[in-house]
């Protein structure tokens, strides 16, 4: 299974939007509502951003938001703040009953 | 609250076995709804799925690993547990375990992950 595409990096400056893409297949991305997307400052765990592609999970900012179309799927960050700077990983189900992650992307808030 | 820890050896010589486990509080692992898994980050690298493995024990692996991975459950320890064999450099990085719901994408509890390394 081929990893999903995502951007290799974005920025936004603190109170602008971002969007960050996943691009898969129809055996994974484009099949299934099944896409995640996690937060990940170096040292620590992962955090659950966005499960199902567009539900958030208790405790998680509302200014993260998740939609899909297609085969590629999306994570919206509006009003950028600081604490957001972090890299961000999606992952899919596929048909194979597996899972695979994206390359990840790294947010910077200028 | 449920926590995961993994445990196991930081150092493992090249072409043998690594062997982590996850143990689970503050919640079952024979609970239904909940798949066990493990996911490893490189250093440098992105974040990788394993397998994962239902509290029943049926697992699914990554095909790239399939070969060398089994997943385990220990329901009298409240534990899972991950084994690699014939290990290289290549699988040097941080493994978490993680609990996802089932008919879900919902990976909601990780543990903090554990450096393995892989060196003679």
């Known amino acids: 299974q081929s990893a999903l595409t995502q951007p290799a990096s974005v920025s936004g400056s603190p109170g602008q939007s971002i969007t960050i893409s996943c691009t898969g297949t129809?055996?994974?991305?484009?099949?299934?509502?099944?896409v995640s997307w996690y937060q990940h400052h170096p040292g620590k765990a992962p955090k659950l951003m966005i499960f199902?592609?567009?539900n958030r999970p208790s405790g998680v900012s509302d200014r993260f938001s998740g939609s899909k179309s297609g085969n590629t799927a999306s994570l919206t960050i509006s009003r950028l703040q600081a604490e957001d700077e972090a890299d961000y990983y999606c992952d899919s189900y596929t048909v194979s009953g597996t899972w695979v992650f994206g390359g990840g992307t790294k947010l910077t808030v200028l | 609250q449920l926590q995961l820890q993994e445990s196991g050896p930081g150092l493992v010589k090249p072409s043998e076995t690594l062997s982590l486990t996850c143990t689970v509080s503050g919640g079952s692992i024979s609970s239904s709804g909940y798949y066990w898994g493990w996911i490893r980050q490189p250093p440098g690298k992105g974040l990788e799925w394993i397998g994962n493995i239902y509290y029943s024990g049926s697992a699914y692996y990554n095909p790239s690993l399939k070969s060398r991975v089994t997943i385990s459950v220990d329901m009298s320890k409240n534990q899972f547990s991950l084994r690699l064999s014939s290990v290289t450099a290549a699988d040097t990085a941080i493994y978490y375990c993680t609990r996802r719901r089932s008919s879900s994408s919902c990976r909601d509890s990780w543990g903090q992950g554990t450096l393995v390394t892989v060196s003679s």
């Open positions: 129809s055996s994974d991305v484009g099949g299934y509502n099944y």
């Open positions: 199902d592609v567009s």
